[in-house]
């Protein structure tokens, strides 16, 4: 079970959707009832609320929100089995083998899992998004919040933004049944890496080792001028 790790793949799709132009970040989304019950990490939703399709990517990408993952998902899918749908289409154009979507957040569901080896080729997908490795780095955010005298602050969850040197993403995840999951990317001197680990208990130093390990083993060679 992925946890929210899942999102990655939510969001790889509402960024291809902004590229093809069938959506666009100034996109108006209406929160719907389903999308107000997700319990979980969330923005706390309301059903009618409305809220730019940007702000709902940086709420899924800050605080893993799953009511703006589920926001998002029937903006594009018109329901969440819809939206589901869509997320295995892109898997199998992937080649995933070990991967079958049920939901954009990564609650726990029967038939919703992946591996660590499939995740990571999801995230390769999306880090050919200029916005999606943007935003994926965000450390801090803010975004309004209807019906309050205040807006929505939201902070990071992933600490190697800031405890790992060229961290730049991606997604934590954690549900009892799935763990502490955590898709990490880091770049030095131009080489870009990644790392899955799931059910890790330990998953900063875990993956904070394998990136190591990679930055350690391998370099960037020019073999074609």
Known sequence: EPASVTKVMTLLLTMEAIDSGALSYDDTVTGSAHAASMGGSQIWLKEGEQMRVEDLIKAVCVVSGNDAAVALAIALGGSVEGFAAQMNERAAQLGLAHTQFTNPHGLPAEGHY????????????????????????????????????????????????????????????????????????????????IAVTLNAPDMWNDAATLLDYGFAAYEMRKVLS
């Open 114 to 193: 992946t591996s660590a080896l499939d995740l990571a080729r999801i995230t390769c997908a999306a880090y050919e998004n200029a916005a999606f490795r943007r935003i994926v780095q965000t450390e801090y955010a803010v975004i309004p919040w209807t019906g309050h005298d205040f807006d929505r602050a939201m902070r990071n969850k992933n600490k190697l933004l800031t405890a790992y040197e060229g961290a730049n993403g991606v997604k934590t995840g954690y549900t009892k049944a799935a763990g502490r999951c955590l898709v990490s990317g880091a770049e030095r001197d131009g080489m870009q890496l």
